[in-house]
């Protein structure tokens, strides 16, 4: 009998030790707004996750922003990049309003050509005075970039339109991911 209450005690342990770390995990993710946690990283590829909605309507309209997320490319070499960028676009109708995303090579400084994506749409054009609208959608991004250093992509949004809502979106309901993988060596 003894040596059942020490495995049970040994287990009850275990389990409290591993929800503590679950926990601490968590919250140190969410005292962290913007700051991607990195699943994997390897030399041939890696994920990272936006922890955290990115909230665009405090920022200038019509103007890129970055949202925290990013990877960085471990050595020379072609590499494809594939997010889903989830987002979300409200305001008040009348409207026409949007938010978009796109890539920047931040060792580079400069946007990934091609890279820019609609994320969300918002189009009510009958007036509908204290009535709110929103949308959301999540969009696919695939690219393929040949960099012949270690290099910084990280993720960008801006907002478009007379909103009262826009964000990059990644909460318990589905995240925002970027995932790259090498798939050329130079």
Not at 11 to 18: E, G, N, Q, T
């Amino acid at each position: 009998m003894p040596h059942l209450r020490t495995r049970i005690a040994a287990v009850i342990a275990a389990s409290l030790l591993a929800a503590t770390a679950t926990g601490a995990a968590v919250s140190a993710a969410a005292a962290a707004p913007h700051r991607p946690a990195v699943v994997a990283a390897e030399p041939h590829g890696g994920i990272a996750y936006l922890p955290s909605n990115f909230d665009l309507q405090p920022l200038a309209p019509n103007s890129w922003h970055s949202t925290g997320l990013q990877v960085t490319l471990p050595e020379a070499g072609t590499y494809d990049l594939d997010l889903d960028v989830r987002g979300l676009v409200g305001a008040v109708p009348p409207v026409t309003a949007w938010v978009s995303a796109q890539l920047y090579n931040v060792t580079d400084s400069k946007a990934l050509p091609d890279s820019d994506r609609l994320v969300a749409h918002l189009r009510e054009p009958v007036p509908a005075p204290g009535v709110y609208v929103d949308n959301q959608r999540t969009a696919p991004m695939s690219e393929r970039i040949t960099v012949d250093k270690p290099t910084t992509i990280r993720l960008e949004a801006r907002r478009t339109g007379a909103t009262t809502a826009s964000r990059i979106m990644s909460d318990s309901n589905g995240k925002t991911s970027f995932r790259y993988e090498r798939v050329l060596l130079p």
